[in-house]
Structure formats: C-alpha cells, structure tokens
C-alpha cells in the first residue's frame, strides 16, 4: 500500500572551460531526492565574449610565426550547445576582415569580437573558418567553456601561432575534473575529451592548419582512445574497462603537417589521468519492504537488503558510505556499513512517522522529520546515533521533507503548515526564516550550492527562492502538476517528477521558458535522481519499476524492474 503523505575578439563573457583555463569541467553530481542536491547559482543570463586574434602575415621570413589560416578565411561560424543541444539562435557568424563590423585593425593582428548573453552554466562552442560563401575552411573545433557569474567571461582565440601547452578538458557531464589534476569517469560507457592547444598567452588556437590529435594509455589494463573524427578532430573518446576504481594515465600528442612541433617553446605532447567510477544504485521499496542495490547496467539481479527494513521513505549516505534507511512504519532509521547485507544499528529515540532523513556537513549530524500528525518535529543525532536526540519543535507542521544546506542550515518542509522554516545551529530555537509566499502543500526540497531553494508545493507549483529566502519567489506552473521530487544538475537544470500526471519535466535556468517533458515508462513517479554522468533515474511507484534516460531524456528507457516493488526512494554511491 502506498504511504501517502497526501497529495573574435570575439569576447563571450564566460570562463573558458577547457580553453583557458584548468580545473574546468563537466560536474559530477550525486542526487538524493530526500534531501536534495547541489548545483552552481542560479541566475538570469549574463555578458559573454569572444575575442578573434587574426595575426597579419610578417613579412619577413626571420619574425614569421606558423601560420594556420587560409587568406581565403574572412568569417568564423560560432554554434553554442549545452547538454547536447543547440542554443537558440545559433549558429552566428563573425566577420574576420578589417572592415567588418566589431573588428579594429592593427600593423600586427586584426581584433574581432562578439558578446552576447548566456545563461550560467556548462557549454560547448563549435567554431569553424569560412570564406566569404560561407564554405567551410576547417574542420570544427570544439571549446568546452562554463559561464560564471560576477565575472568578465570572456573567450580569446588565436587563429594561427605556435602551441605553448595544451590543455584537456570534460566533453560531458560525466567526464569530471581537468587535465592538470586528473579526471573522474563516471559509468561504464564510453567518454568525451576535448582538446585544445593554446599558444603562449593563453589564446586557443583554431582554423585551417590547426592540429590533429591523438591519445593512447600508457598506463591502466582495459582503458583506450578513440581517433576523433573530421568533424569533431579534437575530440577523444575515452573508453573505461567498467571496473570501479581502475585507473589510467594517457598521452596526447597534437599532430601537423609542417615544422610546428620542432618550433623555439612549441608544446606537442600532454598526459593526463582517468579514474573510473561506476556508481551502484539503490531503490528503496515499499511494499515488500527491502532496499534493493545493483551495479551498473543495472539490470541485472540485485543485492537485497531487508533486515530491519520495514517501510523505507528515504535512503542518505554518510561520508565514509555507511548507508541509512529511514523507515516511517517502524519509527526507525537503520544504519547498514558496507557491503550493507549485515545486522544494521537501529536509531528509534524520538522517532515518530520517520518520513525524510538528512546529515549535516561535517559533523554528519542525523537529522529525521518526524511527519506523524499531533509530533511536528525534527530530531537531531549526533554520531554514533544511538544517544538521546536534539528535538527541533518551533514552527513545524507535519514536516515531510527536510534538507540542509552547505552552512549546515536545516529547512523544513512543513505540508499542513503550508510553510517552509529554515533553522540555524543549534537549531532548537525559533525559525531564522519563516517562508510562506508561493507555498502551498510543500512535499519537496532542494538547495544547490549557491544556496537557492527549491520548494515543489504538492497543491501548486515550484517555487524557487534566493538568499535570504524573504523576497518574492520564481514560479513554475507549465507542466507541473502534483509535483513531489526534486533535483538538480550540476549545470542548474531542474528536474522535477510529477506525481499527477506521471511525467517528470526538465527546466533550463531561468527555468521560466520551455521544457521537456520525460514521459515513456513514467508511472506516477515518486523520486527522481541523476547518477555522474547526468542520467536519469525515475522511480514509478505504480509501475514498480526505475526507468534510466540517458541525456537529453527524450529517448526509449532502460527499465529496471527486477526486484522493484512501489519504489519511494533512489541513491547513487558518490
């Protein structure tokens, strides 16, 4: 029975991901529906630039530098995607002459830029030399680049000069970290890398003439490269062995056709590194009460937990990867060690209809929402859990969900109360915030790492609210309908499961305009989550089955029903 709660120069301002500088990438998230998930600020669009260098040719043999662009090139096509999908308003052309327009011409280069606004967040430009016909003069060139706010975001290109490095950066969501500290790939498929050779000021280098490149493993049993493609040539694919923790080091080298490599300073080789992580997943089902775990595809059999598990509400992780299962029939909370199949700890004191579980930070405090009507509390534990806990009463009313955020601040979902109160350490006095506009039913939570809150109201919309919580929220309406699960990219993208009309929708910051909608295989889905490499996992309560969708979801599902009976809950190891 279900539980129910009740229903050129060009500047572009960004930071160059990948282009200019290091430490960039796709983000690896790991989503916990119960209590939330992190993401970078959400904000409106912002400036950004692209900085064309388009060097003018030496005359003198002894002061020339290599020169990789056809005297044919007079224009470079800029596409824009983000999560494999274009921009709109894209592509656009920028003029290379010195009498194009937001072009300045000089004895030594001719300078032409572009600015125009993009939301913040992870994307992916495709450049490509032209002539005046727009014929193609190059093969694309792809430049991973993130947009960041209360920043000047700006990307410089060089159409010719000499590789002073190169750098390697994500090619997807689930390649994460960069060149110079190495990479985390995760799942068992293969992975994009790009790269980019930069000359000695920090400039990409692109156009006719600009290198090719290859990579191979020097270390690691199982890894290997892909050759990139004409259309993509500095993109590498990296294809794991599927084994959790492998790891591997490999060399890339930037291939031309004249000298360049044998230049004064020129760079032509870099290595870098790959660890794999393949997540295991874990459903936690109701009616025939047991958390089931299973590894990556997924499909097969299970392992199956079920020693102390009555009717499991919400699933969390601590940081050493001792699991917690909250149970709301039993008033408990279990806590399982690795590999999870043993007698676990039980946690009762104060329990009163354990609905939703949540730690805190460092100190990985416990927190449980106690929703039982006539209780309206939290209770807090510290480590080992087994003590006398804390007990968070002032302003709660029937509390379903609860999540904290990265200062170690408590927020509570308060369903009859139709309010959402945020608690400060110590956290047992009054609310330090009292939300009520725009809350009707609140059944979800999530605050991402800028801080921003977001609130799916069971009886309205989503309502998302900034720092400090008391100005008017953003509202979401357009295909939502009974919404009770919640999370967010690391790119800002929403994801919300719509109990009502069994689909789950996704939102693009400002998450004001379109959307999809994911609807194959949903059946009024009760969690939603996202593994590392931003694939979808939807738990259809009466289906009793978790549909994987792979980027950008509008595609058949995997569907995983072995051991699946009325899921209420997903997690990802981290």
């Not at 998930?37 to 630039?49: F, I, L």
């Not at 260098?53 to 020169?67: C, G, I, M, W, Y």
């Not at 510290?382 to 009463?393: K, L, M, Q, V």
């Not at 009520?436 to 989503?462: C, E, H, K, R």
Request: aromatic share 8%; charged share 5%.
């Amino acid at each position: 029975m279900m539980h129910v709660r009740t229903p050129v120069c060009v500047f572009i301002a960004v930071t160059a991901c990948g282009a200019l500088l290091a430490g960039c990438g796709g983000g690896g998230r790991s989503s916990v529906p119960a209590t939330g998930s992190q993401a970078p600020q959400q904000t409106a669009k912002v400036p950004v630039t692209f900085r064309i260098d388009v060097p003018t040719q030496a005359a003198s043999a002894k002061a020339r530098s290599p020169r990789y662009i056809s005297p044919a090139t007079t224009q470079l096509s800029i596409n824009i995607e983000q999560d494999e999908t274009e921009v709109n308003g894209y592509p656009v052309t920028v003029g290379l002459t010195p009498t194009s327009g937001g072009c300045t011409s000089s004895l030594a280069s001719t300078y032409c830029q572009l600015t125009v606004t993009l939301a913040l967040g992870s994307y992916t430009a495709t450049l490509t030399a032209e002539d005046a016909t727009s014929t193609a003069l190059s093969s694309a060139q792809s430049i991973a680049f993130t947009v960041v706010d209360n920043a000047t975001n700006v990307i410089a290109i060089v159409l010719s000069g000499i590789p002073h490095s190169l750098q390697i950066a994500s090619g997807a969501y689930g390649v994460v970290g960069s060149g110079s500290a190495g990479f985390t790939l995760y799942g068992v498929a293969p992975q994009p890398v790009i790269v980019t050779a930069l000359d000695a000021d920090g400039n990409t280098i692109v156009g006719p003439g600009s290198p090719t490149y290859s990579a191979s493993p020097v270390s690691g049993s199982g890894w290997s490269a892909g050759a990139p493609s004409t259309t993509a040539p500095n993109t590498i694919v990296i294809d794991p062995p599927g084994t959790n923790g492998s790891g591997a080091t490999f060399v890339v080298t930037a291939n031309y056709s004249d000298s360049t490599c044998s230049q004064s300073g020129a760079v032509c080789r870099a290595t870098f590194t790959m660890k794999s992580d393949v997540q295991a997943l874990f459903v936690a089902n109701s009616d025939a009460p047991s958390v089931t775990e299973y590894t990556a595809p997924y499909t097969g059999t299970p392992t199956t937990i079920s020693n102390g598990v009555t009717f499991p509400s919400a699933l969390v992780f601590d940081a050493l990867g001792n699991l917690f299962v909250a149970n709301s029939d039993s008033n408990t909370v279990g806590e399982y060690a690795p590999p999870y199949t043993g007698t676990p700890t039980i946690i009762s004191s104060g329990m009163h209809d354990a609905l939703s579980i949540a730690l805190n930070g460092a100190a990985e405090d416990l927190f449980v929402a106690n929703a039982h009507i006539g209780t309206n509390t939290v209770t807090e534990y510290a480590p080992p859990y087994t003590g006398t806990p804390t007990t968070i009463s002032s302003g709660l009313d029937q509390p379903f969900a609860i999540v904290t955020d990265g200062a170690g601040n408590l927020f509570a979902a308060n369903f009859s109360g139709n309010t959402v109160t945020e608690y400060a350490p110590p956290y047992t006095g009054a609310p330090t915030t009292t939300i009520t506009s725009g809350v009707d039913q609140p059944y979800a939570l999530v605050v991402d790492g800028a801080g921003n809150l977001f609130v799916a109201n069971y009886a309205g919309g989503i309502t998302i609210y900034a720092p400090p919580y008391t100005g008017s929220p953003t509202t979401i309406t357009s295909g939502v309908d009974g919404p009770i699960a919640l999370v967010v990219d690391g790119a800002g993208n929403l994801f919300v499961g719509n109990y009502g009309n069994s689909t789950v929708t996704r939102y693009a910051r400002p998450y004001t305009g379109a959307y999809v909608t994911v609807s194959s295989g949903v059946n009024q889905p009760y969690a939603v989550a996202l593994d590392g490499a931003d694939n979808l996992f939807v738990a259809n309560f009466m289906a009793s089955t978790v549909t994987e969708y792979a980027p950008p979801y509008t595609g058949t599902p995997t569907t995983i029903s072995t051991g699946v009976v009325q899921p209420t809950a997903l997690l990802f190891t981290p």
